[in-house]
């Protein structure tokens, strides 16, 4: 499976700023979603990360609060835009592999976002 | 409207006592449904996917099965480094690669 990084590991942010987390995997992958974990909540996907054209966002997710950049096959970043205490989560990066396992979703270690 | 339910919400268990956790989900033309396993603070560490009813897997004291509209995980002899979340989620044939999470089963195992 890909190993797949993220930075920040954690943050801790004043409301009306905004945090770019970046998602970077050891090989290519077809695939790159970004997942939010609220507290205690399961994961609820904000969109896919399509490498040279626009994300594609689920419903209740909008490109202004959480603009997504893939400019290639191994590397995305999320932004979280005007951020408010409600943003408070952890941000999680998944990937589809190339080869192998094409089927399957691979998590990144996550960013834990702390508003205040 | 595809969805996964986890059951139970928690499960306390003693270490070597067996049991299973349940995942029922409701999706149209299932491609795919997998099983995570989260530890706190880190991201879903995957497990196993199944396909077509009938299927099993089974990864050390873990072991999946899958019928029409259910899923089990069962966990033989845990250990307390057994005690995570546990995540179902499916994939719909029709859906792309959208995954469905169910909101996952708390397994605390006791020594």
Not at chain 1, 16 to 26: E, K, Y
Not at chain 2, 29 to 48: A, S, T
Not at chain 2, 51 to 78: M, N, V
Not at chain 2, 80 to 98: H, M, N, R
């Amino acid at each position: 499976s890909a190993v797949i990084s993220q930075k920040p590991s954690r943050d801790i942010c004043q409301r009306g700023t905004s945090l770019t987390i970046q998602c970077q995997v050891d090989s290519q992958v077809t695939m790159m979603f970004w997942y939010r974990q609220q507290p205690g909540q399961s994961l609820t996907l904000i969109a896919t990360a399509n490498q040279g054209s626009e994300a594609t966002y689920e419903s209740g997710f909008v490109i202004d609060k959480f603009p997504i950049s893939r400019p290639n096959l191994t590397f995305s970043t999320l932004t979280v835009s005007n951020m408010s205490p409600e943003d408070s989560s952890i941000y999680l990066c998944s990937v589809v592999p190339r080869t192998g396992a094409t089927d399957t979703q691979y998590f990144g270690p996550g960013t834990r976002l702390t508003v205040l | 409207e595809d969805q996964v339910t986890q059951s139970p919400e928690a499960l306390r268990l003693q270490e070597g006592e067996s049991s299973s956790l349940n995942c029922s989900y409701t999706v149209s033309g299932l491609r795919g449904l997998f099983w995570y396993r989260q530890d706190p603070g880190k991201g879903p560490e995957f497990l196993f996917t199944l396909y077509s009813a009938g299927e099993e897997k089974e990864k050390e004291r873990l072991k999946a099965t899958l019928t029409k509209k259910e899923s089990f995980l069962h966990i033989t002899a845990p250990k307390p480094e057994d005690s995570a979340t546990y995540l179902c989620a499916v994939q719909a044939s029709t859906g792309g690669f959208k995954t469905i999470f169910g909101a996952g089963t708390r397994l605390f195992v006791k020594a």
